[in-house]
């Protein structure tokens, strides 16, 4: 079975700070890369960030440059995607993603996506 399950997701003040995190079991981790989306109401589905087997980010969001980072654990299964000094316009349900090929920004090329985790921005 295969499973992508995201978590750490919540309300948010302005400037603050979360750590998402996706446990991927039920596919070769190491083979996949893996990216992360986020959606909000009304909008289209937009790549955040993405990163290779071997650890290396391939490419962020422009407008999350310098605040978020990606994070992998092949060894434990995980992928994290750090957020720091957030904004209301970050609002969104984040999702995960993995693919067995190159990294893209386009959600319609990933094989596997988790539940996605609510984060709201908001004072």
């Known amino acids: 079975q295969v499973q992508l399950v995201e978590s750490g997701g919540g309300l948010v003040q302005p400037g603050g700070s979360l750590r998402l995190s996706c446990a991927a079991s039920?596919?070769?981790?190491?083979?996949?890369?893996i990216g992360w989306f986020r959606q909000a109401p009304g909008k289209e589905r937009e790549g955040v960030s993405c990163?290779?087997?071997?650890?290396?980010?391939?490419y962020y969001l422009d407008s999350v440059k310098g605040r978020f980072t990606i994070s992998r654990d092949n060894a434990k299964n995980l992928v994290y995607l750090q957020m720091t000094s957030l904004k209301p316009e970050d609002t969104a349900v984040y999702y995960c993603a993995a693919r067995r090929k190159a990294c893209s920004d386009s959600a319609t090329v990933y094989d596997y996506w988790g539940q996605g985790t609510q984060v709201t921005v908001s004072s």
């Open positions: 039920g596919f070769s981790f190491n083979d996949y890369r």
């Open positions: 990163i290779t087997y071997n650890y290396g980010s391939i």
